[in-house]
């Protein structure tokens, strides 16, 4: 039978040791001094609300858990530095998917350069993965609030892909493009450190765009404008959820950003140079609230109506 | 019906506004710059693991949650300064418990100047709270490796009472001292902080003692020798449990200190003026494991034994 102990032993076997006075096994890490600020996030994901284990490998929990804590750090436009993870299995769990979650972790953890140096290990009736991740800032961060009018709104990458693989996996379909988005989010850390030159503000997509949408112009005190015929998607997520579920989104991990429009020009030409494909949706204004407009400028969707498509209940 | 924005506005009400560049709400809490460098660790209390919601208030939950966490940062002899706070809320999880669990918590983080800067929501199926807690170190950090031959070994306070009173929790006893120790364990910050100018290593005791000198042993790669004649024990411990029963202990979450002899007077001066309770209850040599001497000087119990009391089973 093995102990806390061993269970610890073997999951750190899987990750490389880490550059910094104190690593894990004491009370505390001790960080090595960062040259610029630090900025940090924790988020969790839990058995049966973001993942089962019937649909999911230990690696593709292990990849997820850790992926959308990069997430957020890759939103302020930050380094990733170190992380601890924080773990509660139930009885009986076995070594092996210990391993497995771990290697999953391990390998995102080696692409973004991220040290684990510390956690916990805990028992529970269903399986958590609760990450605090941080980050250094060698530029001002990126927060939700500073958009300013006139900037212009960009989106990374496509949207509704990791909606469309929930209904795919709920639908007992194991494989394509848009499952991996479920399974495999990848944080937009490389965009996110190149936007801290460009953008006044940004944020991860993580509950759909219509509601961070929202978060950004409420934190900001501005109101945004976007178009519809300009929202990025994949071409089987057109077919299978059309706009209206790639705005509703959830869990696309995709950045939102806002650029001063004198800077838009450089910024999707940086973007083009690094490789990173992001459209730009619309615009930043004085106001509050959002819109969407279709493509003869009529208003088809307003805060407040997540009800149905172009039947609004705004609160504008 | 409220919603996680909701929840989360409750939340925070409870807390004053941390004193960072970027607090709660956006994607990541920005930390101002730290003079020493930055320890950190993350714990996490799990209901019908580490509490009940019987046996607990939500403000007792809250409390533990933090104090766990808190005592690490202790062991390391650093001073608090923030954390992030991750909730897992069943269904249907009452407001008015996530205010009483949020004012626990911040009685304690207000006790210990430390600042909540960020944090996050899920649902589960169970409640539980992970804290990861940040502190700043002016001194070298006191890790479980730098105990040294020649050493005094130190524990704080008493032993045994947490255990105590969670068995009285289980008998239906829901009052006194030993239960308040079991629900509000007092993390020995300030003790730490002065210890810092003293000892050479330290741990907090949260597995019971005997279990954490071997994490000491360990790490420093050093004997310890700890007689049974000192352990500090409360009265009430004393009758019901005995030094077994303090021994095997379990969730104190005092600390044990090694002191170089030469140092060891100053360090108990400097306890009593600043009113900290330490007990010597043995040494360090050359060597590896640890023994407990009775009153004659017999070996009462070696590592690996915890089974029973004096049939020492040791693997030393």
Request: charged share 20%.
């Amino acid at each position: 039978m093995l102990g806390e102990f061993d269970f610890i032993r073997r999951f750190l076997s899987h990750f490389p040791k880490a550059r910094v006075p104190v690593g894990p096994g004491d009370d505390c890490a001790v960080l090595a001094p960062s040259r610029g600020p630090l900025c940090v996030t924790t988020d969790c994901v839990v058995e049966d609300v973001h993942f089962t284990r019937a649909s999911f490998s230990p690696a593709d929990i292990g990849h997820k858990a850790l992926a959308v804590n990069l997430s957020d750090v890759a939103s302020m436009g930050a380094t990733p530095r170190w992380f601890l993870c924080s773990l509660a299995l139930p009885q009986g769990f076995p070594l092996a998917h210990l391993s497995g979650l771990a290697r999953g972790m391990s390998a995102l953890a080696r692409e973004h350069h991220i040290d684990l140096v510390g956690g916990n290990f805990t028992s529970a009736r269903e399986l958590s993965v609760t990450i605090t991740a941080t980050g250094e800032l060698t530029r001002p961060p990126l927060t939700r609030a500073g958009a300013r009018p006139g900037d212009w709104l960009y989106v990374s990458g496509t949207l509704g892909d990791a909606r469309l693989g929930l209904a795919h996996l709920r639908a007992g379909v194991t494989r394509g493009a848009s499952v991996r988005r479920q399974r495999r989010p990848q944080p937009r850390v490389a965009l996110g450190q190149l936007a801290a030159r460009f953008a006044s503000a940004a944020l991860d997509v993580s509950d759909g765009l219509a509601q961070d949408l929202g978060h950004l112009c409420t934190a900001s005190q501005v109101r945004a404008t976007v178009e519809l015929a300009r929202l990025p998607m994949s071409a089987v997520v057109r077919r299978a959820l059309g706009a209206e579920g790639a705005l509703a989104g959830g869990e696309d991990y995709e950045l939102l950003l806002a650029v001063p429009s004198r800077r838009g020009k450089a910024f999707e030409q940086a973007c083009a140079r690094g490789g990173h494909a992001v459209t730009r949706v619309g615009e930043v204004s004085r106001g509050s609230g959002w819109v969407i407009l279709d493509e003869a400028g009529r208003v088809v969707r307003r805060p407040g109506g997540f009800d149905h498509f172009g039947s609004a209940s705004g609160v504008d």
